[in-house]
């Protein structure tokens, strides 16, 4: 273990006993504490959706198909070799359900109209965020092309119409799909782990923003760029609340907010 992945293992220990903020304890932000409630602590069932995204995971997960994937950013931390099988892809490069289930609450409770997310793999995040406002439209991008496959196949098995994957390199694509599109209200971002590229993603990001907008990075303790990358988000001089899940982070750009950061048990 190198001595990037010591010192987090020790910061989650410290997180995980520590609980900041746990049930909104502490927090006096109205938006916050409101937000925490609905979706981080509020304890429902998983719905039809929910219960059919899992069931479909546990499926892949179990499966003794190979895919051919060509990585074009940082690649897997776990998954080296480019011929991958597609129960080791959905166990470990795919958003698990206790985050993809983050993801489908927080979309219920904003009702984004336009969804942004950069790294499709077997299309399970888009999966969580688009059932979670039907009215949402998703737009997903994914480098790999046999990815795009099996999540067009998903997609379809799932009856999910609200979403669209674009197969290509991001920094090809991404000005183009900005300028089609307009301002995203909700941005996911969990492809390419590195600092450069995903602070270049967050500077691109910015004009097709608002004051209501939400941008959500994965893996935000993958590598310690990316950890690095986090921070000068949080730092942004845009960026008005932050949330650091551990394992991902949030950021808000409500001018109407005072400018905070808080880390939050999840």
């Not at 987090?8 to 925490?36: D, K, T, V």
């Not at 950890?227 to 109407?256: P, Y």
Request: positive net charge; glycine residues 6%; proline residues 2%.
């Amino acid at each position: 273990m190198n001595l990037f992945r010591l010192k987090i293992a020790f910061e989650f220990l410290w997180y995980w006993l520590s609980r900041p903020h746990r049930n909104g304890h502490g927090i006096h932000s109205p938006f916050l504490f409101a937000f925490l409630q609905e979706v981080f602590y509020s304890k429902t069932s998983d719905n039809s959706n929910l219960t059919a995204i899992r069931s479909l995971k546990i499926k892949a997960s179990k499966s003794r198909a190979v895919v051919q994937v060509n990585d074009l950013g940082a690649g897997s931390n776990r998954l080296k070799q480019s011929e991958r099988s597609l129960s080791a892809i959905a166990g470990m490069s795919s958003i698990n359900h206790k985050y993809g289930k983050l993801l489908n609450k927080s979309v219920g409770y904003f009702e984004p109209q336009l969804i942004l997310e950069l790294g499709t793999c077997l299309g399970f995040g888009a999966m969580y965020m688009a059932s979670g406002y039907k009215k949402s439209k998703v737009i997903t991008i994914e480098g790999s092309d046999n990815l795009v496959g099996k999540s067009i196949e998903n997609f379809k098995q799932m009856n999910m119409n609200n979403i669209s994957v674009i197969h290509g390199n991001f920094d090809d694509i991404l000005p183009s799909i900005l300028q089609k599109n307009g301002c995203f209200d909700f941005i996911f971002i969990d492809g390419n782990h590195k600092k450069t590229a995903v602070m270049d993603y967050f500077k691109l990001f910015l004009p097709n923003i608002t004051s209501d907008s939400i941008i959500i990075v994965d893996d935000i303790r993958w590598s310690e760029d990316m950890l690095e990358a986090w921070r000068e988000i949080c730092d942004h001089k845009q960026v008005t609340l932050s949330i650091d899940l551990f394992r991902m982070g949030i950021v808000f750009f409500n001018s109407n907010l005072k400018k905070q950061h808080f880390k939050i048990y999840y």
